[in-house]
């Protein structure tokens, strides 16, 4: 089944860090364009990063994300990560990962056709 897997959600205090991770099966991320997106409850979903294709250099963050949370891929493992550090709580949502195949990299999610099912991050103190 061709499917995205987010992992390494989790609560964590404010100023805390949590690395995320999105991974596939049957096919490989180093093809596409992979984006995070976050979304809190009653608020719409929200681009945080994307990474182009492993050929193509590029990268993109949502101004709220800037300085604090980087997008790499590891093609060795095949998987795509979201680092996030000085983690506040207007950051608690359910993050997605998401893949899409044609253009430059974007935030925005119309442009990402398979997703993943989320996991859930959470800063309280």
């Known amino acids: 089944q061709v499917q995205l897997v987010e992992s390494g959600g989790g609560l964590v205090q404010p100023g805390g860090s949590l690395r995320l991770s999105c991974t596939a099966s049957?096919?490989?991320?180093?093809?596409?364009?992979i984006g995070w997106f976050r979304q809190a409850p009653g608020k719409e979903r929200e681009g945080v990063a994307c990474?182009?294709?492993?050929?193509?250099?590029?990268?993109e963050y949502a101004d709220s994300v800037k300085g604090r949370f980087t997008i790499s891929r590891d093609s060795s493992s095949d998987t795509v990560y979201l680092q996030m550090t000085n983690l506040q709580s207007e950051d608690t949502a359910t993050y997605y990962c998401?893949?899409?195949?044609?253009?430059?990299?974007?935030?925005?999610?119309?442009?990402?056709?398979?997703w993943g099912q989320g996991t859930q991050v959470t800063v309280a103190s």
């Open positions: 998401a893949r899409a195949s044609k253009g430059a990299c974007q935030l925005g999610p119309g442009a990402y056709s398979l």
């Open positions: 049957i096919f490989s991320l180093d093809y596409y364009n």
């Open positions: 990474v182009s294709q492993k050929w193509t250099v590029g990268t």
